[in-house]
C-alpha cells in the first residue's frame, strides 16, 4: 500500500514563506513524476507545479518566480518551496505522485492535503 503524508502548511503573513514537504511511503518500485495541485474554497483545483523523475519542472502562471517544486528521489519526497506569498495562494495543498508499486503497473496516488492561509 502506497500513502503520501504532506506536511508544512500554516498560517502566514503576505509576502512570507512556507514549504511543504510531501513523503511516499510504502511498496514502492519506481516514482515518475510528482506535483502539488490546490483546491481555494469554492474553486476547483488546479496543478500548481509537477516535476519529472529527471528534474524538469514546470508551474502555473501566477505562480512562476515565486514557487519552487524540487524532489529527492532517494527519500521519494517532493518539495514546495513557497515565497512571496499572496491571500489568493489561500488553500488546500496536495501532493500527487504517479507511483509504480512493486508487482503492479503505474498508479496516481494523492495525499490528504495541507492547508495553507496567507493574511493580509
Known amino acids: 500500500q502506497v500513502q503520501l503524508v504532506e506536511s508544512g502548511g500554516g498560517l502566514v503573513q503576505a509576502g512570507g514563506s512556507l514549504r511543504l514537504s510531501c513523503i511516499v511511503s510504502g511498496s514502492i518500485f519506481s516514482i515518475n513524476a510528482m506535483g502539488w495541485y490546490r483546491q481555494a474554497p469554492g474553486k476547483q483545483r488546479e496543478l500548481v507545479a509537477a516535476i519529472t523523475r529527471g528534474g524538469t519542472a514546470n508551474y502555473v502562471d501566477s505562480v512562476k518566480g515565486r514557487f519552487t517544486i524540487s524532489r529527492d528521489n532517494a527519500k521519494n519526497t517532493v518539495y514546495l518551496q513557497m515565497n512571496s506569498l499572496k491571500p489568493e495562494d489561500t488553500a488546500v495543498y496536495y501532493c500527487?505522485?504517479?507511483?509504480?508499486?512493486?508487482?503492479?503497473?503505474?498508479?496516481?496516488?494523492w495525499g490528504e492535503g495541507t492547508g495553507v492561509t496567507v493574511s493580509s
Open positions: 500527487n505522485a504517479e507511483v509504480i508499486p512493486r508487482g503492479y503497473y503505474a498508479m496516481d496516488y
